[in-house]
């Protein structure tokens, strides 16, 4: 099963990726920044996104919800809504 949440910020697109053998990979603008395998664990993927010529940095964290699996997302340490599309 995959899951896949994406999120918009100044018109750059931020993804982020989980499957249960390919584990997690954070994307910003269709290059992978991050990717990590957790299978016990909950993922913590980091990048970042460049505006204004300043670096901002990007976390994103997958955690399980009991019911799936939910992202939080983090740019310049504030939280940024992101939408599951898969």
């Known amino acids: 099963m995959k899951s896949i949440f994406k999120a918009i910020y100044n ?5 982020v990726e ?3 053998f ?3 990979k954070l994307f910003v603008n269709n290059e992978l920044q991050d990717e990590t395998v957790n299978y016990y664990t ?3 993927l980091t990048g970042h996104i460049i505006e204004n010529g300043n670096k901002l940095p990007i976390k994103a ?6 019911i799936g699996v939910k992202c939080s997302l983090f740019i310049d340490d504030k939280k940024i809504k992101t ?3 898969k």
């Not at 018109?11 to 993804?15: C, F, M, S, T, V």
């Not at 964290?61 to 009991?66: E, F, I, K, Q």
Request: overall charge positive; glycine content about 14%.
């Open 11 to 15: 018109n750059q697109e931020i993804r």
């Open 18 to 20: 989980n499957s249960w």
């Open 22 to 24: 390919g584990g997690e």
């Open 42 to 44: 909950p993922a913590r």
């Open 61 to 66: 964290n997958l955690y399980s919800s009991g």
């Open 83 to 85: 939408h599951k599309v």
